[in-house]
């Protein structure tokens, strides 16, 4: 079965031991109690005393004028900037709603609802095809590769990837007068306080001390959550630093007892209940919906779920409603949720002008269980090969719907390519803020593409938990990979012995289920790509701009393949 791994020997304080520790091994585990029920004028600069007082007396007008001028067109532009709440699914696959999979079998009603009230991107791709190095790239703009995570994902209890000078999404808004509030699955990895042990390490987390470098050093004003993956201990609430409630016990169970709702044995506060975890955040991103809708500024809330991802746990109704598995219920529970939270925007008076994205971190898991799902008729891919992981684009094509009724026209969907790094420069674009700012590398405004005219963006970089890369121009995609470069078959070892071509080069017009690897066939457009991937590398951006450095050496030419001659010299 698979299972998220981690890059521990890169990651300084993370170790891989928790991953490791996976229920499947896991000789004790506690079965929770589950409950069915939970839970930004300047004044104009006072000039010094005229001497003629009627030219004082007009001048003092027309600055008076400007100046309330100036102060109706800021209280325009601040009834105009739209509050902004990015909600994102965990492992929620393409196939997995209505409005991106004509074939789904899976209700969405709420979520079809939406996208006929805004826009639906139809080829639109996470940066990753794993949680964490998605997270980066959603929150920076910048693809998650030139970080130091080279492959893999963050543990529970990981140090904090984003260092505090990178700029973030949330920077730019509140730099735009917005408040900014993350609820939710951090997964980005965050500062826990360590007890000192006699052999001179620290690896005992000290519940009772506030956690540091959380959100709040990313541009959050405040943040409530957890920090792994709903799987991964500790299973402890934090709240802006302070941790709400000390873990008194242990609590796991193992994928025997539970094949959907498995999650790794470790400490959990009193206040935690795993079942309750998807209803709690969206009561309290509710509740601060309501709360902010009676201030004046607008405000930013980044909601990433821990949902559909293990453990699967859905609550009355939603257990068995689907007909198919707990997965399909689960779907249809964050459906419901999301129903919701777009119903508090009407009744709180600022459904209007709110712009809600949704979107998944990548595609679905193989703890879905795609095999019962077919049975059913249901794809979590529609038709995509590959699953989360992959550098197929199951793993990466994710659903992204966007509403805004004042500033979307409803009812569009979009072939536009995106890529979810690109809600930097929206959000950029959305706040009029200078294009000189750092960060972004990696993103592209999509306020045209909500207006059905072209984005900037014509090449897209993927990347699998493996570290294989793949980049797309066009419709031609080459992966740099012989295998998946994840977990679907053949995985990169098997593919090696099964003599498969090193890269594989698909066209995805004729060809959306990468079946036909015209790598030995299309040798001039194999070239052409590497000499785009090499460029968008070495460059640290894909942007327009001056060249940039990247936290790491970034290496992604599969064993046996070499640069075109002419750019041989250019990596580093
Ligand atoms: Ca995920």
Not at 419 to 436: I, V
Not at 528 to 541: A, E
């Amino acid at each position: 079965m698979s299972s998220e791994q981690v890059d521990g020997k890169n990651l300084a304080g993370t170790t891989s031991s928790t991953l490791h520790d996976s229920p499947f091994h896991s000789p004790v585990s506690i079965r929770s109690q589950r409950r069915a029920t939970r839970l930004y004028w300047e004044p104009p600069n006072v000039s010094p005393p005229l001497k003629n007082p009627i030219m004082t007396t007009r001048i003092l007008i027309c600055i008076f004028c400007l100046g309330s001028l100036d102060l109706s067109l800021q209280a325009a532009e601040t009834k105009q900037s739209p509050n902004v709440i990015f909600v994102m699914a965990d492992d929620l696959g393409i196939g997995d709603l209505e409005p991106t999979n004509p074939e789904c079998k899976i209700k969405t009603p709420n979520l079809l609802k939406m996208a006929n009230e805004g826009i639906t991107f139809l080829d639109a791709h996470s940066p990753s095809a794993v949680c964490t190095p998605t997270r980066y790239g959603v929150l920076t703009g910048r693809y998650n590769w030139r970080s130091r995570l080279a492959r893999g994902v963050l543990s529970g209890t990981s140090e904090h990837l984003i260092p505090a000078d990178r700029a973030t999404v949330a920077h730019l808004l509140r730099a735009a007068g917005y408040h900014t509030q993350m609820i939710g699955k951090w997964h980005l990895g965050w500062d826990w306080a360590k007890v000192p042990q006699a052999n001179g390490k620290n690896n005992r987390i000290d519940f009772t001390k506030p956690v540091t470098n959380g959100p709040d050093i990313n541009g959050f004003d405040g943040y409530y959550g957890h920090c792994g993956s709903l799987d991964m201990p500790p299973y402890v609430w934090v709240d802006t630093g302070r941790i709400t409630a000390v873990p008194e016990r242990e609590e796991g169970v193992t994928s025997k007892e539970d094949a959907y709702g498995w999650y790794r044995k470790g400490p959990i506060s009193p206040d935690f209940n795993i079942d309750e975890v998807l209803p709690h955040l969206f009561q309290k991103s509710i509740d601060h919906i309501k709360s902010r809708s009676k201030e004046k500024n607008p405000f930013f809330l980044y909601l990433p779920l821990p949902a559909p991802h293990t453990p699967i746990v859905p609550v009355e109704p939603f257990k068995d409603a689907s007909g198919m598995n707990p997965y399909a219920d689960f779907v249809m529970q964050v459906d419901h949720h999301m129903g919701e939270l777009l119903e508090t925007l009407k009744q709180s008076g600022i459904d209007k002008n709110t712009l809600v994205f949704f979107t998944s971190d990548n595609g679905c898991s193989p703890q879905g269980n795609f095999k019962v799902l077919a049975t059913h008729g249901h794809d979590p891919s529609a038709g995509y090969r590959g699953h989360k992981a992959d550098i197929y684009e199951g793993g990466h094509r994710v659903p992204l719907i966007v509403r805004w009724p004042d500033g979307i026209r409803a009812g569009q969907t979009t072939s536009a390519l995106a890529c979810l790094t690109d809600l930097f420069a929206t959000m950029r674009e959305l706040t009029n803020q200078p294009l000189d700012q750092h960060g972004g590398e990696d993103s592209f405004s999509l306020m045209p593409a909500f207006q059905g005219k072209p984005t900037g963006r014509d090449t897209l970089i993927s990347h699998s938990i493996g570290g294989s890369f793949s980049i797309r121009q066009g419709n031609w995609k080459l992966c740099l990979s012989a295998g998946s470069g994840g977990w679907s078959a053949p995985r990169e070892a098997d593919a090696r012995k099964q003599g498969l071509p090193a890269m594989q080069l698909f066209n995805l017009s004729k060809d959306r289920g990468e079946q036909t690897n015209l790598v030995n066939e299309e040798k001039e457009q194999v070239a052409s790509l590497l000499s785009l991937l090499n460029t968008q590398v070495v460059q640290g951006r894909c942007t327009p701009g001056k060249p940039v450095s990247n936290d790491r050496e970034v290496s992604f030419l599969p064993k046996g393949v070499s640069l075109p001659s002419t750019d041989v010299n250019t990596t580093k």
